[in-house]
């Protein structure tokens, strides 16, 4: 197989990752994981953080290519700690470099802070 081919024994070994935005204390959008060129991922669960304040946090997990164009995936509003559901998407979820997960926040709370979490696999 060329080195560019998918892998046809699955992820590739030692490939597992958890990427984290660190603190969200604001109305924003942050970049949550954007592999290397040439690389592609698999995305195997989301989730957020909230604490410190009063109120809660809303966020929607969403793909990008870097400009304005954005694809929704999924929402979630929590004051604790949520999960994004991402098998209501049509299939797996996989990220490169020029389609990545980002992250918005909308609403946030009086103090309160949130980090967000992806876990995620190097498949090619």
């Known amino acids: 197989?060329?080195?560019?081919?998918?892998?046809?024994?699955?992820?590739?070994?030692?490939?597992?990752?958890?990427?984290?935005?660190?603190?969200?204390?604001?109305?924003?959008?942050?970049?949550?994981?954007?592999?290397?060129?040439?690389?592609?991922?698999?995305?195997?669960g989301v989730s957020m953080d909230a604490s410190g304040?009063?109120?809660?946090?809303?966020?929607?997990?969403?793909?990008?290519?870097?400009s304005s164009n954005d694809v929704r995936i999924e929402a979630a509003s929590t004051s604790g700690e949520a999960e994004f559901n991402i098998t209501s998407?049509?299939?797996?979820?996989?990220?490169?470099?020029?389609?990545?997960?980002e992250i918005t926040t909308s609403s946030v709370g009086a103090g309160e802070n949130a980090f967000f979490n992806a876990a995620v696999i190097r498949v090619r």
């Open 1 to 44: 197989l060329a080195s560019q081919a998918a892998s046809v024994s699955g992820p590739i070994p030692l490939g597992a990752h958890v990427a984290t935005t660190g603190t969200v204390s604001s109305s924003t959008t942050t970049t949550l994981f954007q592999p290397a060129v040439g690389e592609v991922w698999q995305v195997m």
């Open 53 to 66: 304040g009063s109120g809660s946090v809303t966020a929607v997990l969403q793909y990008t290519d870097g």
């Open 89 to 101: 998407t049509a299939g797996p979820l996989y990220v490169t470099n020029d389609l990545f997960l």
